[in-house]
Structures are given as C-alpha cells and as structure tokens.
C-alpha cells in the first residue's frame, strides 16, 4: 500500500536498516505513466473523500527516483489491462454476491447505509476498471520495483 504513503522515502531508509546485508525488497504499486495523481482534496475528489484519503498514485519511475538508500535492481510495467481483468472479475463477484454482501453489511449498518457502501464500491470498481483498461493499459499501469541493500 504504498500508494498511501506522504513519506515514502522515510520508509525506504527505515526498510534499508531492517533488511539483511544482502536483503531485497519488492514494491508492487499502480501508477501513471507521467504525472503522480494526489487524492488530497476530499471536498473535491470523490476517491479522496471515500477511498484514498491523502493518498497518491505516483508516475512510473517514482520510487526509483526517490529511492536514494537502496540500489534499483529492476524495474518494470505490467500493462494495466491486466489489472481491469482483476477489477472486472471483483465487479462479477460483487454482483453475484450481492444479496448476501447486503444481509452481512445489516448486521452493521441500517440496510439504506449497507446499499450506498456497496454502490460506492461498486462505482470504485468501475471507475477503476475503465482507468486501468484505457489507451490499451499504457497509461495507468502497475509498477514493480526491486530494490537491494
């Protein structure tokens, strides 16, 4: 969950004194081919205000580029076709499952609350899917990274 983070460099220097001499550290995050995306606005930004508050999306590169105590020994692109193929099957599976999903959400929330948690999810798939599935997947991706010591 790296795309979470506001100080990722802090954790890679910490990461650094944690591993073995020889240690790796594999990072798998979605990003964007160019331009970092920040969901720090949760007025205006509806995934900020309900899925990745303070969040960011980082460019491709990134965590090379700020990554100044660990070694880049690999990076690389998985097309984002891949991961709207995943979202699409968590949409199926939230469709099929909807009924029951439903009941076990009014076990916490009054069933007006239980239907507009599941919608937001719905929607967040959704929103997702396209994002990832656009330009072939050129544009947004996910990003592998792996680091040595």
């Known amino acids: 969950m790296f795309e979470h983070l506001r100080n990722p460099a802090a954790l890679l220097r910490n990461i650094r004194r944690?591993?073995?001499p020889d240690g790796t550290l594999f990072i798998q995050v979605f990003s964007h081919k160019k331009y970092p995306?920040?969901?720090?606005?949760?007025?205006s930004s509806w995934m900020a205000r309900?899925?990745?508050?303070g969040g960011?999306?980082?460019y491709a590169g990134f965590f090379?580029?700020?990554?100044?105590?660990?070694e880049t020994e690999r990076q690389?692109?998985?097309s984002g076709t891949h991961y709207h193929n995943t979202l699409e099957s968590w949409l199926r599976k939230l469709d099929d499952n909807n009924n029951q999903l439903l009941s076990s959400l009014q076990t916490s929330w009054p069933k007006t609350q239980a239907k507009?948690?599941?919608n937001r999810y719905r929607m967040f798939l959704l929103i997702c899917s396209e994002m990832f599935r656009f330009?072939?997947?050129?544009?947004?991706h996910t990003m592998h990274y792996l680091f040595q010591k």
Request: hydrophobic residues 45%; contains cysteine.
């Open 18 to 20: 944690w591993l073995n």
């Open 37 to 43: 995306q920040f969901f720090d606005n949760p007025g």
């Open 50 to 53: 309900h899925f990745f508050t």
């Open 56 to 58: 960011m999306m980082p």
């Open 64 to 70: 090379s580029d700020i990554c100044d105590s660990l």
């Open 76 to 78: 690389w692109i998985i």
């Open 116 to 118: 507009i948690y599941i």
């Open 135 to 140: 330009n072939k997947g050129q544009d947004w």
